[in-house]
């Protein structure tokens, strides 16, 4: 053994008790020093002894409790209590803090000089709680995943030469003195790039007056993953104005922009950024624009078969009008990409008049709307019907204008597709008409109307079953005839896969509703909203809350999630 390594306290006791011969004992701390590990991270890699059986030996050699931490979320874990470095090279982990004891996790209790400098540095008091040494390395993973500011100063070394601006025209922030720090631009990029792998659809960074915090929202739900220093504030907004080519020096009023990073040859995502002005500083929200998502096929989005064999007959036809409804983030611009990907053949002069153009699709003349260029919906689909379109689509009908202009559209051969902000697919055709457009034109254009909702998908790795009282299922909508306990409700856990929140995803719930005869007749005799959805649900159209149900009876999502997301 060599005269510098010293065999630590746990090796010493684990001699003593004969679970360890000296020469195993001095080979294992041989080997944790040249590797850079500790002794219990060495030990187990030696597989001489496992996790489990160290931890029970610390536990009952020390007169230490004994915690697993495997059902510990990495969110709950204290941040910025101990050193960053601390954790990592002595592998000790706040677990709680109650009042002025601070409880740490580790699976070698003999660290009592590490433990001391926790003492001295926070003026708690330290309760040691023994943990297996892989959960434990896991756990601190986890946490320093969730937190990207703990990693900050770290980040000078990482490799992200693979990151780059797509935009040439834009300048080089490196060069600019006011955020030429590089932590600050590597910190970001780490937030862009863990982002874009989380899957997150939005990226807020909220100035406040005692702290900063980053969340990004994912599956619809946001949570927050960072709070770097509330000094480095004015460095992070500065950095992203100036990659997305906004005015670094006008702090006072709202900007708008947009990025391009390139991940690598293949695959370039884009960023819509806002700032806005704030009591405490600029807030800013990245809107990911990643064009994968408009490359999901129908079977991806979760129709049921009869909808989706009803949705294929309105786009197949060869004019008309689909309305797609629903609140923001709701999931209709994948829909009306999911279907333009459909029709989108060499035969076809597509058009699309967009605020702003979300996702870039080629083979498709994608126009931003500008308002105060004077380019409005209206005024870019007058256009549209200059250039000979086939299908054309619009980004939302606002106003009488563009809701008349599309509806001739419709009735004159072409394939028109836009979206309304309603809550169901009955109150659309009575918005229309509070525009101002005729029953007559209405009844005679509008195929179909389609609205949804998104709904987070039950992680399939950890879900189990939940036991729901009969009487609450029935309240919920469920009839007596499906309760026939063939299926089980099931309900979120939360594990590694889906970082403990117990959800990996979203399934989309429809409502579609085919303008059919009877209904064509209601309209024209001015049926109102509620005669609408009774003929609609006479006629067999599944609403939402309904749809949502299906999926709760397939697995695919937890009653409680319905319940919250078809509340109305």
Known sequence: MD??????????????????????????????????????????????????EVAVFASQSFGLPLFDVSALSASSVPRGVVDDALIVERRLLPLFKRGSRLFVGCSDPTLSQALHAITFKTGLTVDVVVVED??????????READPGAALN??????????????????????????????????????????????????HFEPYEKYYRIRYRVDGALREVARPPLAIRDKIASRIKVISRLDISEKRVP???????????????????????TLYGEKIVMRILDASAASLNIEQLGFEP????????????????????????????????????????????????????????PGINQVNVNEKAGLTFASALRAFLRQDPDIVMIGEIRDFETADIAIKAAQTGHMVFSTLHT???????????????????VASSVLLIMAQRLARRLCPQCKAPVDIPREALLRSGFSEAELDGSWQPMGP??????????????????????MTDAMVRLILKGGNAAEIADLARAEGMVDLRHAGLKKVRQGLTSLTEIEAVTNE
Not at 134 to 143: H, N, P, Q, V
Not at 265 to 276: N, P, Q, W
Not at 333 to 344: A, D, K, W
Request: charged fraction near 25%; proline fraction near 5%; hydrophobic fraction near 40%.
């Open 3 to 52: 005269q510098n390594t010293a065999l630590s306290g746990m090796g010493r006791a684990l001699v003593q008790h004969g679970r360890l011969s000296q020469g195993e004992a001095d080979e294992i701390a041989h080997k944790a020093q040249a590797d850079g590990r500790s002794f219990v991270e060495a030990l187990v890699a030696s597989k001489r002894l496992s996790a489990a």
């Open 134 to 143: 892989d959960k434990l390395g896991a756990l601190i993973a986890r946490s």
């Open 154 to 203: 770290a980040m000078i070394d990482d490799d992200l030469g693979s990151l780059e601006l797509v935009d040439p025209d834009a300048p080089s922030a490196d060069k600019l003195p006011d955020v030429e720090d590089a932590p600050v631009v590597k910190f970001i990029h780490k937030v862009l790039v863990d982002a874009i792998a989380l899957g997150a659809s939005d990226i």
């Open 255 to 277: 900007q708008d922009g947009r990025l391009k990073i390139r991940l690598d040859k293949h695959r370039a995502v884009d960023f819509r950024v806002s700032t806005l002005p």
């Open 306 to 361: 009869e909808q989706k064999a009803m949705l294929m007959d309105a786009i197949g036809r060869p004019y008309g009008m689909v309305l797609v409804t629903g609140p923001t983030g709701s999931g209709k611009t994948v829909s009306l990409y999911s279907c333009l990907n459909i029709l989108n053949k060499p035969d076809s002069n597509i058009s699309t008049a967009e605020d702003p153009v979300e996702i870039n699709l």
């Open 423 to 441: 809550n169901n697919a009955p109150a659309t055709l009575t918005r229309l008409l509070n525009m101002g457009v005729a029953p007559f034109n």
């Open 493 to 514: 856990v939360g594990c590694e896969h889906c970082r403990d929140t117990g959800y990996k995803g979203r399934v989309g719930l429809y409502e579609l509703m085919p």
